[in-house]
T-cell receptor
Framework: NAGVTQTPKFRILKIGQSMTLQCAQD?????MYWYRQDPGMGLKLIYY???????DKGEVPNGYNVSRSTTEDFPLRLELAAPSQTSVYFC?????????????FGPGTRLTVL | AQTVTQSQPEMSVQEAETVTLSCTYD???????LFWYKQPPSRQMILVIR??????QNATENRFSVNFQKAAKSFSLKISDSQLGDAAMYFC?????????????FGEGTQLTVNP
């Protein structure tokens, strides 16, 4: 299994540009998450999904959108990039159920908005 | 809302010594899980240890153990026989039981330095 994969690894955007951060998992996990990590801080939840077709907002959803058309993929869309969105973005997945406690994280995408 | 607090932004330890990282949390839930994650310079988030709130016994994983004090809402991580590879940022995290997506709430992290 490749686990959780994210692309791209790095990206520089200009203010007002748009982009999609890709996330995929091959573990057939129901739950998927997007977090952002600002410098020297912990991770904050942007959006999450409990299954295909179901998404919900986390702590910091403004400026982002997500979709979950398949179990495997959970892309994060930035429509109008702002400097405040400069951060490292992590995607994670979890199986769910009483034994599915662990979240598996992708390697992260470092995004800079100038 | 649940909160997680790590009061030690930085800690250091000599190689082969023991260090304890502190974490407190606030919740009104009875069913929850607690985790310690390690983030080395590669940025990869690595699960170190987890504790189910309903279990009274403290979790252990090789050199890593926790001191879970449910009444005090405290969840500290002890690293024994510290190794250079233990140097990383450590995050304490909380998760409710199997409801509402069960997302993680993270503390601000503790940067651990291991001195040779």
């Amino acid at each position: 299994n490749a686990g959780v994969t994210q692309t791209p690894k790095f990206r520089i955007l200009k203010i007002g540009q748009s982009m999609t951060l890709q996330c995929a998992q091959d573990m057939n996990h129901n739950y998927m998450y997007w977090y952002r990590q600002d410098p020297g801080m912990g991770l904050k939840l942007i959006y999450y999904s409990v299954g295909a077709g179901i998404t919900d907002k986390g702590e910091v959803p403004n400026g982002y959108n997500v979709s979950r058309s398949t179990t495997e993929d959970f892309p994060l869309r930035l429509e109008l990039a702002a400097p405040s969105q400069t951060s490292v973005y992590f995607c994670a997945s979890r199986r769910g159920g009483p034994k599915g406690n662990e979240q598996f994280f992708g390697p992260g995408t470092r995004l800079t908005v100038l | 809302a649940q909160t997680v607090t790590q009061s030690q932004p930085e800690m250091s330890v000599q190689e082969a010594e023991t260090v304890t990282l502190s974490c407190t949390y606030d919740t009104s839930e009875s069913d929850y899980y607690l985790f310690w994650y390690k983030q080395p310079p590669s940025r990869q988030m690595i699960l170190v240890i987890r504790q189910e709130a309903y279990k009274q016994q403290n979790a252990t994983e090789n050199r890593f153990s926790v001191n879970f004090q449910k009444a005090a809402k405290s969840f500290s991580l002890k690293i024994s026989d510290s190794q250079l590879g233990d140097a990383a940022m450590y995050f304490c995290a909380y998760r409710r039981g199997e409801t509402s997506g069960s997302r993680l709430t993270f503390g601000e992290g503790t940067q651990l330095t291991v001195n040779p």
